[in-house]
């Protein structure tokens, strides 16, 4: 590693203490990146990396409620607008009692290479609240929603920030969202995507994230001369992304053998591959209950383990779909033990560099989560498109699009593994190929 990148490193560590999320998807990328600095030293002269490192404008406010009983509540409000050297800032709001800064600056900072990657005009941002929607009333989570949006518009814009959903953020909060924002400016326009499809939302936005997770897998699986036809997947979660996925997986063939909740993981050995059980997904994450054990008293053949994660279960992919971190060393040696050959990352940075370097270096293909769960945010781009042309897609138009996207994605990825490191490294590729968009507009833009 060059001086320049491991001073960089350590700057971003000093500037943000306390923020180990953020610390760690700034080693995990910038480590990957010594070929490249070295054959552009104009990058070091220039400062980018210092200044990639540094949101472009951070903004955190009050956020003050009022629940059912009448009682006043407070949370706090967060928009990290990193980088807008290829266009507006885009990316999602986290509603969820774990949020603070490290989080936001993560996903912000995740988010500029994964935009890059779509090869669309969007640049990178994130926000959220550390406000809990589970267990809240319609009634409060549209207050709240009220209430975040009557300090956040005034930061974003079609033209500026366009907000997305992630977790604990749907079509309901997008909504009530939208409705304020619309209500405050006295304008409707597309300054949120995922909107739902009477206002301005793209058809197959909700199934976006996870068709692109596992047409990603797909490409990786056929460069390997491998197919997910026949193969048994296990994935995590039981929100939108995992349910996405499990469809895709039962469309190509495949079996989604698990899915998993804070309270433990299913294993399903018929599949989680019929519409009745993709129904019981959506109803359990719309419970909020945020529980899976449900899912095993629905359909008595499936099995609920409490308190165990699902990589203790012998499958050939493994796809993450559920949150930051959730892959440790243990896990991965326990997915090495399983002898799998292949893992694609559907949530944002499920895998810590710990158990990212123990996989890899036992032979394990990884599908790094900023370029195989890039397909939500390219649907959001194309719902930017459809609201600015005033026009409507089908969803049959937009999946399409969106196939197109993450095959050019992967190949874009394993061109640039190739160039730089001579060898197959799609973790290395993902974060090289979306530097150097984001870097060759940065240097043209002056030092800003």
Not at 195 to 208: S, T
Not at 212 to 240: P, R, T
Request: glycine letters at 12%; a neutral charge.
């Amino acid at each position: 590693m060059s001086n320049y990148i491991n001073d960089c490193i350590e700057l971003c560590k000093a500037k943000n203490p306390g923020e180990p999320e953020f610390h760690q998807t700034v080693e995990e990328v910038l480590t990957t990146l010594t070929p490249v600095i070295e054959k552009h030293p104009e990058f070091e002269r220039a400062g980018l990396i210092e200044r990639l490192i540094e949101p472009e404008r951070g903004i955190s406010f009050r956020v003050p409620w009022v629940d059912d009983e009448g009682k006043v509540k407070v949370n706090r409000g967060y928009r990290y607008e990193f980088n807008s050297a290829i266009g507006p800032y885009k990316g999602g709001l986290r509603f969820a009692a774990n949020v603070y800064p490290g989080i936001i600056k993560f996903l912000g900072f995740e988010q500029i290479f994964k935009n890059s990657l779509t090869g669309l005009p969007i640049g990178g941002g994130k926000g959220g609240s550390d406000f809990d929607p589970n267990g809240k009333s319609d009634g409060e989570i549209m207050r709240f929603c009220q209430s975040f949006m009557t300090e956040l518009y005034r930061h974003i814009g079609p033209a500026t920030d366009i907000p997305a959903g992630d977790i604990g953020v749907g079509g309901r909060e997008i909504g009530y969202l939208f409705g304020q924002y619309k209500r405050i400016v006295n304008r409707f326009e597309g300054v949120l995507t995922g909107k739902g499809i009477p206002y301005g939302g793209a058809l197959g936005r909700a199934e976006a994230t996870g068709y692109g997770i596992v047409w990603y897998a797909e490409e990786m699986l056929k460069y390997n001369g491998k197919s997910i036809k026949g193969m048994d997947v296990a994935i995590s979660g039981f929100g939108n992304v995992a349910w996405g996925t499990a469809k895709k997986i039962t469309q190509l063939g495949g079996k989604c053998v698990t899915i998993s909740g804070p309270d433990g993981y299913i294993i399903d050995e018929d599949g989680v591959g019929t519409k009745e059980k993709w129904a019981c997904m959506v109803e359990l994450r719309n419970s909020g209950k945020n529980i899976v054990a449900p899912y095993a008293d629905k359909f008595p053949k499936a099995k609920f383990i409490a308190g165990k994660k699902p990589w203790e279960h012998k499958a050939d992919l493994y796809i993450p779909c559920a949150t930051q971190n959730e892959i440790h060393l243990e896990d991965a040696k326990m997915i090495v033990k399983n002898k799998a050959e292949f893992l694609c990352e559907g949530a944002n940075m499920p895998t810590t560099n710990e158990a990212l370097k123990y996989l890899m270096d036992n032979g394990i293909i990884v599908g790094p989560a900023k370029a195989a769960n890039a397909g939500g945010v390219a649907v959001s781009c194309i719902e930017m498109g459809q609201n600015a042309g005033k026009t409507v897609f089908s969803a049959e138009q937009v999946l399409e699009q969106l196939h197109q996207i993450m095959i050019r994605i992967h190949k874009n990825c394993a061109d640039a593994s190739m160039e730089y490191y001579g060898k197959y490294n799609l973790v290395a590729g993902a974060n090289i190929a979306g530097f150097l968009k984001v870097a060759d507009a940065m240097i043209s833009q002056g030092i800003v």
